[in-house]
């Protein structure tokens, strides 16, 4: 029996006063950077990629862009905005890792 893959849901609570936010509401879209051990310092103070020394490159299924710097990147879509009002909460499907 064959089981049909269905790609991975994640929640995602986004501080409504943040620029990603507003970018979430727009584009419906955004890229999960997982950052290496030695990135962590650098992503919590991220606004500008090139500021940190961190190299964009586009994605093949999101409008954001990917960092090539990172350990994984993970395309999502937003699929669900029922609780965004309430808690500032989207549900994404990974499209692609």
Not at 2 to 16: D, H, I, N
Not at 25 to 44: D, N
């Given at each position: 029996?064959?089981?049909?893959?269905q790609?991975?849901l994640?929640?995602?609570?986004?501080?409504?006063?943040?620029?990603?936010f507003?970018?979430?509401?727009?584009?419906?879209?955004?890229v999960?950077?997982?950052?290496a051990v030695?990135?962590t310092?650098k992503?919590?103070?991220?606004?500008?990629?090139?500021?940190?020394?961190?190299?964009?490159?586009?994605?093949e299924?999101?409008?954001?862009p990917?960092?090539?710097e990172?350990f994984a990147?993970l395309?999502?879509?937003?699929v669900?905005?029922r609780?965004?009002?309430?808690y500032?909460?989207?549900?994404?499907?990974?499209?692609?890792?």
């Amino acid at each position: 029996m064959m089981v049909e893959f269905q790609p991975p849901l994640v929640a995602c609570v986004v501080s409504a006063g943040n620029f990603s936010f507003a970018a979430l509401r727009r584009t419906k879209a955004c890229v999960i950077a997982l950052p290496a051990v030695a990135l962590t310092s650098k992503v919590v103070a991220v606004g500008k990629f090139a500021r940190f020394g961190l190299t964009a490159t586009p994605a093949e299924r999101a409008p954001p862009p990917l960092i090539a710097e990172r350990f994984a990147n993970l395309e999502c879509v937003v699929v669900d905005t029922r609780l965004v009002d309430r808690y500032n909460l989207f549900v994404l499907k990974v499209v692609k890792v």
